[in-house]
């Protein structure tokens, strides 16, 4: 960790105290982020914003890469902080009900966090495959699911030859466009009649509801010469 003593780091002690030079940074990044945009994003600007000398950070973010990724490293802690949370206030043993409340923990966060949203969404932006942290948070959220499915099907609420990976991947599309439809504005044009996080908890319910009523229902395959 950094040392308090280095050159230009009491400038701002308000900001920079006791060692928390990465938590600094990282706030600061979410400062220029929400005021001006990721594209204006720089390590000297958040050194600067921080109350450090320029070069201070470059020990822990070599690249703008590398501290939008530690942003997104903190993005994730809190929404895997927001789904548990989200799971335990269901308090039901229904697989489904369970699986339903991750979606709606993800909902609620990326609505009340859109500047944490944005960089933790964007892989354009951060390193994801260098961050273990990432990584390892987002595997553990997709085994949770693909395990509350194992459960559903074995209680016969999902049809037997139900592909769990592509179920995880709509799901996850599903709410991700929720998220993303809200903090874009696009609720007031396609659904005017409720505010976004009511909406988007309809919604959510709606697909589960589908989900798992089409449990036994077979379509026909499409071919070629269907119009």
Known sequence: MTSP???????????????NLVEALIAATVEIIEERGAEHVSVREAAKRAG???????RHFRSKS????AVAEQAMNRLT??????????ASAD????FEAIGQGYLEWAISNPTHFQIISSRTLIDFDASESLRGQNEAVRRKMIDLLTQA?????LAPDTDFDHLVLAARAFV???ARMAID???????PSEPPSLAVRKALRLFMSQMTNSKTQKRPEVTCGDR
């Open 5 to 19: 003593t280095d050159s230009g780091e009491a400038a701002n002690p308000k900001r920079y105290h006791h060692g």
């Open 52 to 58: 450090v000398s320029p070069g201070a950070p470059f």
């Open 66 to 69: 590398a501290l939008l990724t």
């Open 81 to 90: 902080e927001a789904v548990a949370d989200a799971q335990s206030k269901v």
């Open 95 to 98: 697989p489904i009900v369970a």
């Open 153 to 157: 099907q074995q209680q016969g609420r």
């Open 176 to 178: 991700y466009g929720l």
């Open 185 to 191: 504005g696009h609720f007031p044009e396609w659904h």
